[in-house]
């Protein structure tokens, strides 16, 4: 076989046993998506509970919650550069403060239009309700506090979820649960209604398919390499027959 060819087939190995593990690593991932799912599922069907009835702590992440109390227009967050169905926007932070405690809870109350994805007429968007349900996250913790800290131009608006940057912003304590509300107001008309944040996702994502991608990637190497090193070498083959003068012919 030539030595071209051997190089062409140690290629298509390499790519083949290249390929199969990260099969392999897409279905454990997969596999993580569906625990997931499955803690999410039960954690959602488990009946609402008071979000001061929750431990602060990852225990009560996506529990289905409900808080009731006074909302804090006056310290409410903007947490920026939030898309919705393609659109620019951000997500409203509303500090709730419940009657008997000094700590307070953050609502993401959903997402309203902004042309930049940053400033917001807050006062638009104030809803007259003072009950919101929905499910239990865990603000974030950044190792980089100013990573998640606020632009210069404004101590409101946050960059991305972080706990130490939410704690700065106000004058009082706050709890690290936060409830992201999926219920409306329905005491405001569609049209002034915050867009509510759906549930957690409970697909499988991509890994199936990608997984299927690198495995057919693995076989393409390996058959197709070893039909084209079999057509060369059948290409090179001499195949001698007697001629008229008695030499061998090459075909």
């Known amino acids: 076989m030539p030595r071209r060819t051997v190089l062409f087939l ?4 390499c790519v083949a046993v290249a390929c199969v593990p990260l099969g392999f690593w897409q279905l454990s991932r997969l596999s993580q998506r569906r625990a997931r799912n499955s803690q999410v599922s039960g954690r959602l069907a488990e009946p609402v509970a008071e979000v001061t009835q929750l431990a602060p702590d990852s225990t009560s992440r996506l529990r289905r919650a409900h808080a ?3 909302p804090d227009f006056e310290h409410e967050l903007v947490l920026a550069a939030r898309s919705y169905e393609g659109s620019p926007g951000v997500h409203l932070l509303t500090p709730v403060r419940i009657t008997g405690r000094d700590t307070a809870f ?6 309203v239009y902004a042309p ?5 007429d807050l006062a638009k968007w104030r809803e007259q309700g003072t009950s ?4 239990v996250e865990l603000l974030p913790t950044m190792r980089d506090r100013r990573a998640g800290g606020a632009p210069p131009d404004s101590s409101r608006i946050l960059r991305r979820l972080d706990y130490a940057a939410v704690a700065r912003a106000l004058p009082y304590p706050v709890s690290r649960l936060y409830l992201v509300a999926t219920v409306p107001d329905s005491s405001m008309p569609a049209s002034n209604r915050v867009a509510r944040l759906p549930p957690p996702a409970l697909d499988e994502g991509p890994y199936l398919g990608y997984a299927i991608q690198w495995f057919s990637f693995a076989i393409i190497a390996v058959v197709g390499g070893a039909a084209v090193a079999r ?6 083959e001499v195949v001698r027959l007697p001629s008229a003068n008695g030499r061998s012919t090459r075909w």
């Not at 953050?106 to 997402?111: A, E, I, S, Y």
């Not at 930049?116 to 917001?120: I, L, P, T």
């Not at 919101?132 to 499910?135: A, K, V």
């Open 10 to 13: 140690v290629l298509c190995v």
């Open 68 to 70: 009731v109390g006074t």
């Open 106 to 111: 953050l609502v993401n109350r959903g997402w």
């Open 116 to 120: 930049d994805g940053v400033r917001v």
């Open 132 to 135: 919101f349900t929905g499910y």
């Open 231 to 236: 057509r060369r070498t059948a290409e090179r």
